[in-house]
Nanobody, 120 residues
Framework: QVQLGESGGGLVQPGGSLRLSCEAS????????MGWYRQTPGKQRELVAT???????NYADSVKGRFTISRDNAKNTVYLQMNSLKPEDTAVYYC??????????????WGQGTQVTVSS
């Protein structure tokens, strides 16, 4: 069994910052790519940022220069540092981690989601 635990969401004023964390625990053989996605009501879940096992990163155009994704392999954790937040960043944020659970089986797992609200 593998679980993902997210934390760090909340209410912040425009221009403020938040840091999201997502830790994987359980039966983990190794961890591959990690990422963050977000979703607002009535819209499809969209990619925010990804980071590979070699720490190559990719960002949605809307967050480039404001958000930073990073990972701590020793802690099986991925982070999303969000700066200069805008009201349009308001969404439920989900982490996604590709985990090898045995030598031959790899699955993708989703976190439970954490609400980020940017409002004055």
């Amino acid at each position: 069994q593998v679980q993902l635990g997210e934390s760090g969401g909340g209410l912040v004023q425009p221009g403020g910052s938040l840091r999201l964390s997502c830790e994987a625990s359980g039966s983990i053989f190794s961890i591959g790519a990690m990422g963050w996605y977000r979703q607002t009501p009535g819209k499809q879940r969209e990619l925010v940022a990804t980071i590979t096992s070699s720490s190559s990163t990719n960002y949605a155009d809307s967050v480039k220069g404001r958000f930073t994704i990073s990972r701590d392999n020793a802690k099986n954790t991925v982070y999303l540092q969000m700066n200069s937040l805008k009201p349009e960043d308001t969404a439920v944020y989900y982490c996604n981690i590709r985990i090898r659970v045995t030598a031959t089986i790899t699955n993708c797992y989703w976190g439970q989601g954490t609400q980020v609200t940017v409002s004055s």
